[in-house]
């Protein structure tokens, strides 16, 4: 563990050595930004593994993301950009670098505009740059919401966006809003693919048919934000499966449809001066099967609180709760037990976290993060907490320690 | 402690300690440490602007102003860029570089053009059409022009004649300026009802007080309560 802790500041110190600028060009006579951030994490866990990193013992380093963006603006309405981004989270990601976004945005005016290509989902107050490390207090935003090991679950679409600002009045603050319609395409390196591993199912593909909403309303009193998000998802997961009758034998085609996959999101924000307080509550319920099948619905909220202390150092904490019940229908039910007693670890995750940030300068920040977590939730759909790396079963309660580090230009 | 200070002093932290120190005292001190001038290349088709549009211009919410496209650029740090976003953007420098990246990494927006110095601001918006920026009111404006600003409560009104303040001798003598702040009450017909010096120099308020009590607006459907700044620069 403590070879790892100083591999992981011998980074930060040659990091610190690097000057970091935002590269800036001409191309056609026309200004192209160049942006990028690299973040490299070390996790070690009591309890279970965790991420589908092995957590316990060591811990593990095996935590890197980064990403790189060219933006420029072809006319004074029109901009376009596209970013690449990558990571290694345990078995997740390996490596294998997405397109994260890539668009061109037209602005009429401040109260409407069109985006097309493929879009960051706007949804609750930060899916949209959950992996963008720099812009937050926490190491790790809170899972109920924000699962990190099932970002591209809502993560974004390849379609349009159209979207502005009305402003009411001087009393009654601005509205702003996003309307979208896409497709979603999941890698199979995330984390639900990896469950169904474990499970004999080989996911190919998966993906389908967006669309939804975000209203958000900056109130006129000063510093508060409310919003409500709305995603509708038409989902179909192909790929192979052992045959249950013949586990020996070869793997049979998989697919399926769902019936019914949406997420409502609630949320609100409240800054003054160094203070800042978050909550959002979100329920996502998935329904896939025909005559038989299987729903989950997942019910979740946290609330943090952060505070800057001096320029340099930031506190925060927050509680993020997760509850997951899973109902079989059909001739599956027969064999299958429904699971909707929340009160057990399998069906929960109540996460209690505090966090120290150091940023160091304007670009490298540095995260002390302790998680305790009560429950593990991993009944048909997954919360950080895999069989594959705990295959001695799950333990009822999980203490993380989470460094982290992230450079930005 | 001994080898925590030396810690901090090699990472390049000898003040940290004094900051934990003074933590609690300096919290709820301002930021705010001089007056702001906006100034625009001559290209941009404006000679006043609301504080609501300097803000929107600023978090790009838009990026026209009377129908001349706009780059806003921002000071590095420095006592204009930290009463500029006290006054006028109501953030903190660590708020304002969150907000741009999130809009630079998720494609929604561009960084903004960033200088370290007053001077290099003027000479940025004296070169570059469209360009706006903000610079101490003690800064040299040669190629650029000032924005005057309003800020707008209950709607905006359109100035049509204007008197220029007079410039107390003593005080231009000894190089003293800044900015006064007024609260102007405009009739419906566009005559100045009433004005109030909400801050800055009381010589200076009574002098500007006294000038755009003459000033004349565009008439409207009802009264208007509008904060106005008026700049005082002594080398002018």
Known sequence: MFRRVARLLLFCLCAGQIQLHAQDFKLFDRDVQVHGFVSQGYVYTSGNNWLSMTTNGDGSAAYTDMGLNMSSSITDKLRVGAQVYDRNLGQLGQYHPQLDWAFADY??????????????????????????????????????????DLRDVTLAHLGGDIYGDIRLSDHLGTLSYTAYAGHRNDSIYDGYPLLLQSQGVYLKTQ??????????????????????????????????????????????????????????????????????????????????????????????????????????????????????????????????????????????????????????????????????????????????????????????????????????? | MKHIKAFLVVAGWPGLLGQIALGTTLLGASAFAGDVRVIANPSVKADSISARELKSLYLEEKNSLNGTHVEPVIERRGPAHEAFLHDYLGQTDDELQKYYQALVFTGRGLMPK????????????????????????????????????????????QLVSRVEPAYPKDLQQRSIGGTVRLKVVIAANGSVEHVDVLGGNPILGESAAAAVQKWKYAAAGSRTTMEISVPFDPKH
Do not use: C
């Open chain 2, 114 to 157: 960033t200088v370290s110095s007053d001077a290099e601001v003027v000479a940025y918006v004296a070169r570059t059409r469209g360009a706006i920026g903000y610079v101490d009111t003690g800064a040299s404006l040669e190629g650029v022009k000032t924005l005057a600003i309003a800020d707008s409560s209950g709607g905006e009104r």
């Open chain 1, 207 to 409: 993906g389908g048919l967006q669309y939804g909403a975000d209203l958000r309303w900056k109130t006129p009193l000063k510093g508060l934000l409310v919003g409500l998000s709305r995603i509708n998802q038409d989902i179909t997961a192909t790929g192979l499966t052992v045959n249950q009758l013949d586990p020996a034998g070869p793997l049979e085609a998989f697919s399926s449809t769902s019936k019914a996959v949406w997420t409502n999101q609630f949320y609100g924000q409240y800054g003054k001066g160094k203070l800042r307080i978050d909550s959002e509550y979100r329920r996502f319920f998935t329904n896939f099967g025909a005559s038989s099948g299987n729903t989950n619905d997942v019910r979740a909220w946290y609330v943090s609180g952060a505070y800057r202390i001096i320029k340099k150092i930031e506190v925060g904490s927050y509680y993020s709760h997760y509850t997951i019940e899973s109902v079989y229908y059909g001739p599956i039910a027969l064999v299958v037990p429904s699971q909707t007693d929340t009160s057990l670890p399998a069906n929960h995750v109540y996460d209690k976290v505090i966090t120290a940030r150091v940023d160091i300068n304007r670009f490298w920040n540095v995260k002390l993060e302790g998680h305790f977590m009560d429950g593990y939730g991993v009944s048909t759909y997954p919360d950080g907490f895999y069989p594959q790396v705990n295959p001695q079963g799950f333990k009822n309660n999980t203490n993380a320690l989470v460094i982290k580090t992230g450079l930005h230009f």
């Open chain 1, 107 to 148: 602005r009429f005016a401040s109260w409407f505009g069109v985006r097309g290509g493929k879009v960051k989902t706007v949804l609750g107050l930060y899916n949209d740059t959950q992996d963008l490390d720099f812009l937050h207090t926490f190491a790790l935003l809170p899972q109920s919401i924000y699962p990190t």
